[in-house]
């Protein structure tokens, strides 16, 4: 029993020893010094100066030194090439021109301390510690963005003009390289036939003045935005009959009328929902009674805003051609007058005026002048003689009416007193 306690205490003691002796191993040799060798990104410091002045880093602005490095193992294990940096200070540069700067300082890991830097050594740098580069005068520019379609729409579809926003960005980079661009541009491209409006975020690209597409990356060209909203509405097509309303009138029918209009139709573009409604469209009235054989009228084309005249025709022009009537003009003396000025005395000049009537040949020759009357409203006139617009109106036969509509006559009033 004696013994296993004098094995186990030898036991304890010889581990004891066994641990001392590589604490002190271990210890001298993370202390003992080595080399390494890293490929170190070069940081330049004082930029924000440089762009006070209308300057930037072109040739140059991202570039790698190599350092051979001489510390303790222990500062070593905790270098890479990924938390080391060497800083170049570029804030007292004045004009463009080629540079060449030593280092301004090395950064280490925020983990090892200063006293552990202090171990540090660079045994050697590539360049001699002179890092070289260009600077350039920067120049901003905005300029527009285009849309550009790479795809077809289908059939009875049309495809409209992009909206896309923002409409402008701008182009910052070397002065030289930024008159090389002309615009932006936005492209859509669609395998399938669009049938509907596309809208989506889209990437743009810099477009020269020879129309090619400039490589940004190494003209080191920015934007401000790397990409731009887009849509590209696509409306559905659809051809729409031109008609007008017949008024009949002046003895005549709508079965009296020819009607002749150009263009019949129009080509009108819109939502489904919109042109599903629309059968035709009304240009307005033609009244038969201000035509006497042919006339001409001249009528614009309007549509609502929801949809779009695509053939671009503004005004349409109908001609109406009368046939199958008979036309007789009468001397007509039945003169009435109405809303006569109080005070005045009203005396016409005008005696009598030709009035022409239309209709079927026998309905129109049973016609007698005292059928005719010719009313004058005086509402407003003023005294003295006046020409004054007249209705006229025929009495006692639906088959015959009176054709045109600007009859007046001259009246004479006087106030009386």
């Known amino acids: 029993m004696e013994k296993k306690k004098e094995n186990k ?8 020893l066994l641990a001392i002796f590589l604490w002190l191993y271990v210890g001298s040799d993370l202390n003992q010094e080595d080399e390494s060798t890293y490929s170190v990104p070069v940081v330049f410091t004082g930029v924000e100066r440089l762009e006070e002045r209308g300057l930037m880093i072109t040739d140059g602005a991202e570039q790698k030194v190599t350092l051979k490095i001489r510390a303790p193992w222990k500062v070593l294990t905790k270098l890479s090439k990924d938390n080391i940096s060497v800083t170049v200070d570029v804030s007292n540069i004045t004009g463009p021109g080629s540079q060449s700067s030593g280092y301004s300082s090395i950064i280490y890991p925020s983990n090892i301390s200063r006293a552990s830097i202090s171990s540090v050594s660079i045994v050697s740098a590539s360049g001699d510690q002179n890092i070289k580069y260009t600077v350039a005068r920067r120049s901003d520019r905005e300029i527009e963005v285009r849309g550009v379609f790479n795809g077809e729409v289908a059939e009875g579809f049309q495809a409209g003009e992009f909206s896309i926003t923002p409409g402008a960005v701008t182009v910052s980079g070397e002065e030289d390289a930024v008159k090389l661009v002309d615009y932006a541009q936005v492209v859509v491209s669609q395998e399938d036939e669009l049938q509907e409006t596309y809208s989506g975020e889209r990437p743009i690209q810099l477009v020269g003045f020879d129309g090619s597409i400039l490589d940004t990356k190494a003209l080191k060209l920015e934007t401000n935005v790397d990409s731009v909203y887009v849509t590209l509405p696509v409306v559905k097509l659809k051809e729409i009959p031109l008609t007008v309303e017949i008024v009949e009138g002046g003895g005549a029918r709508e079965s009296n009328a020819r009607v002749e209009i150009e263009p019949r139709s129009i080509m009108v573009s819109g939502s489904e929902e919109a042109l599903d409604g629309i059968k035709e469209l009304s240009l307005g009235q033609v009244e ?5 054989s042919q006339d001409t009228f001249t009528f614009p084309i309007q549509l609502n805003t929801s949809l779009e005249n695509v053939s671009g025709i503004t005004e349409a022009t109908v001609t109406v051609k009368i046939s199958g009537l008979t036309t007789r003009t009468l001397e007509v003396d039945n003169i009435e007058f109405i809303n006569q000025p109080e005070g005045c005395t009203v005396q016409p ?7 022409q009537i239309r209709g079927e040949e026998e309905a129109v020759n049973a016609v007698i002048p005292s059928q005719i009357s010719i009313v004058a409203d005086l509402k407003g006139a003023a005294s003295g003689n006046q020409t004054i617009p007249v209705k ?3 009495n006692g036969s639906s088959d015959v009416g009176v054709v045109g509509g600007d009859y007046n006559i001259v009246v004479n009033i006087k106030r009386n007193g």
């Not at 038969?288 to 006497?292: D, M, Q, S, T």
């Not at 000049?349 to 009035?355: A, E, G, K």
Request: hydrophobic share 60%; charged share 10%; proline share 0%.
């Open 288 to 292: 038969l009674y201000k035509v006497f």
């Open 9 to 16: 205490a030898l036991y304890i003691a010889l581990s004891v």
């Open 392 to 394: 006229v109106y025929l």
């Open 349 to 355: 000049v005008t005696q009598s005026r030709l009035v």
